[in-house]
Structure formats: C-alpha cells, structure tokens
C-alpha cells in the first residue's frame, strides 16, 4: 500500500523539531528585558565554568579562582598557542561529558598560516546549536529560503537539491544550491561563474567575497546584482 503524503500540517523530524525549538528560545532571549538576559547569561556561564573546572584538565588550574559569581571579561583568555599546545587537555575527559555530547569529531584548519588548530566538537549538541542559529540568520536578514543560492566554499561541486539545510528543507519547498569550490578555483574564475548563476543569494567566506567585489568594481561592463552575501569561517575586517 503506498504511504499517505501528509500536506498540512508538516510532520517534522525529531531533529528538526528540536533545532525549532531552539530557536524559539533564542529569539524569546532576544526580546527579553536586559536584565532577564543578565540573569540567564550569567547563569550559564557559572555552569560553563564549573563544567570547564570538572571536565578539562587544562581549565583546572587557571579557573581555580573562579566561583560564583564573576565578569566574564575577567577569565582568562584562551589564545590560539594555547590550542595548538594543549589541544587534548582541552576535551573533556572520559565520563564528564554534557548530555548529546557523546559523539565528537575533531575539526583543523588548513594551516596555511602555521600550525593548524584543532578544536574537538560534541555531536549532535553542536549541530543542533548551529542549526538554531542559522534559522536566526534567516529571521534576521528576511532571507527566502524558496530561491536558489550559491555557494563558494571547500565543497564538492554541482547542484544540491534542498540545498537550505534539513531543517529549512523539512519545514516547506526550498531552492537550490549551486557550489563552488573555492579551493580549486581562483576568484576570476568564481567570478566568471557567478556571473552565469542566476540564484539571488551567495555564501562564502570573507576574503573571497571582499576578492569578488573588488573584481566586480573592476569590471565595469558588467553587473550582477545580488540580494544578500553571508559570510563564514573567518574575521570579517572593515573594507
């Protein structure tokens, strides 16, 4: 018997729901009165420090002052040396784990600037929290999520149906993706492509999005007209 395709109201995955949720939370927190996020936000940094204390072998010592309550502008600053010098002191240790933290990937850098940082992120709490916010972008930047976009990252190339994301996917129809791969390409050549793609919204980094504007100025002949760049993965600096 073939299954019975349910139009309205959209049954979301257990996933799905969540990241939902979460946002809800988040833009609630963005409403509310400064003195209520005062209280939630020192709240959880207590619990984050406390964690931080119990779990982490590095963070044991230097976060031995801290108790109750403190400014968050006086912990100590975490600088990349410190990650490329105590990088396992850094996780969690066995038992000490957050709750959907249990599963983790560890993420690098290139290295392109030296040595690479590696930071270990607990799965799935990590995607759930990242899912959150990007549904936060959305609202923020009024972006439609039912047009193409183009996508210029370190990526396999083509065309990706759905290409909003599963949450966004799930929650009604969505446009495609067409990406790049911003490692193979120079940003003349990403250019020429951009320039053939109708899709109005384009994700990239910061540097090549500030390289194909700085081409785009150049190229006085021709235009194309975007409706919003985001960016990801790096600083984005004044220019």
């Not at 002052?65 to 240790?93: C, I, K, M, Y």
């Not at 490692?183 to 994700?203: C, G, K, M």
């Amino acid at each position: 018997m073939p299954m019975v395709e349910v139009v309205f109201p959209r049954l979301l995955s257990p996933f799905a729901a969540q990241v939902g949720q979460l946002a809800q939370q988040f833009a609630a927190f963005e409403r509310a009165p400064p003195a209520q996020q005062a209280q939630l936000r020192d709240r959880q940094l207590s619990a984050m420090v406390m964690h931080a204390k119990r779990a982490c072998p590095y963070w044991r010592e230097r976060l031995a002052p801290f108790a109750g309550q403190f400014n968050f502008a006086d912990l100590p600053v975490l600088t990349r040396s410190d990650l490329q010098t105590h990088a396992a002191a850094l996780v969690a240790e066995p038992g000490t784990a957050l709750p959907h933290t249990t599963h983790t990937v560890v993420a690098q850098t290139s290295g392109s600037t030296g040595t690479p940082v590696s930071v270990t992120k607990g799965l799935p709490l990590f995607n759930l929290l990242y899912q959150a916010q990007y549904l936060r972008l959305h609202a923020w930047h009024a972006l439609d999520a039912t047009q193409d976009l183009l996508v210029v990252k370190d990526l396999p190339e083509g065309v990706q149906v759905g290409g909003w994301g599963q949450t966004l996917s799930e929650a009604g129809p969505t446009g495609r993706a067409w990406s790049k791969n911003l490692v193979a390409h120079d940003a003349e050549e990403i250019w020429e492509w951009v320039l053939t793609q109708p899709a109005p919204y384009l994700f990239t980094s910061p540097s090549m999005a500030l390289r194909l504007a700085e081409i785009a100025r150049a190229d006085s002949r021709r235009r194309r007209h975007l409706q919003a760049v985001v960016t990801f993965g790096e600083v984005v600096r004044a220019e």
